[in-house]
T-cell receptor
Framework: EDKVVQSPLSLVVHEGDTVTLNCSYE??????LLWYKQEKKAPTFLFML????IEKKSGRLSSILDKKELSSILNITATQTGDSAIYLC???????????FGTGTRLKVLA | NAGVTQTPKFRVLKTGQSMTLLCAQD?????MYWYRQDPGMGLRLIHY???????AKGEVPDGYNVSRLKKQNFLLGLESAAPSQTSVYFC????????????FGPGTRLTVL
């Protein structure tokens, strides 16, 4: 059965800390992995990682795909209170149009 | 450009009542999806559509029906609501299916008493 597992489930840090969120997956015919940030409402897209693009960076956020370990990490450096959110990982595999989402990591950044 | 919109934003139903959630997108996307989000469960796919006039079952389709009569709209129906359908419902769309960014609507919070 295809599945996506995120860890930790929740995390509390102080402003300025660096955090690493994990996403591991078991899917047939992996095609891509996506990271989303969800604040109060709709998830918003952060990164997409594929076999041809295994590392992405945007400002203080970066993500790496490890195809050998079937996992990805999302790093946030110098965290700010505005980074408080649920971070979702989703994986899609070729042959379907469906994405499988993990349960998310709830991050809280304290001032 | 409104992106993806959902109506209504909130709704309270009694067990056995029916309702329809409307999702609309103005990005000319081919693919549209309905998810539900429950605490500790993440986002689970209910139904999806790969184009106008097509629909397909996702992970948790029971108790729901959908229709995609127009490319820009994707409707989710509950024929006889049950308390287990209390959830937050998100609609999403993407230009292509797979390896493409999904854009999400703001969600509908549904409570079934």
């Amino acid at each position: 059965e295809d599945k996506v597992v995120q860890s930790p489930l929740s995390l509390v840090v102080h402003e300025g800390d660096t955090v690493t969120l994990n996403c591991s997956y078991e899917v047939t015919n992996f095609r891509s992995l996506l990271w989303y940030k969800q604040e109060k409402k709709a998830p918003t897209f952060l990164f997409m990682l594929t076999s041809s693009g295994i590392e992405k960076k945007s400002g203080r956020l970066s993500s790496i795909l490890d195809k050998k370990e079937l996992s990805s990490i999302l790093n946030i450096t110098a965290t700010q209170t505005g980074d408080s959110a649920i971070y979702l990982c989703a994986v899609d595999h070729s042959g379907t149009y469906k994405y499988i989402f993990g349960t998310g990591t709830r991050l809280k950044v304290l001032a | 450009n409104a992106g993806v919109t959902q109506t209504p934003k909130f709704r309270v139903l009694k067990t056995g009542q029916s309702m329809t959630l409307l999702c609309a997108q103005d990005m000319n996307h081919e693919y549209m999806y309905w998810y539900r989000q429950d605490p500790g469960m993440g986002l689970r796919l209910i139904h999806y559509s790969v184009g106008e006039g097509t629909t397909a079952k996702g992970e948790v389709p029971d108790g729901y029906n959908v229709s995609r009569l127009k490319k820009q709209n994707f409707l989710l129906g509950l024929e006889s609501a049950a308390p287990s359908q209390t959830s937050v419902y998100f609609c999403a769309s993407s230009y292509t299916g797979g390896s493409d960014t999904q854009y999400f609507g703001p969600g509908t919070r549904l409570t079934v008493l």
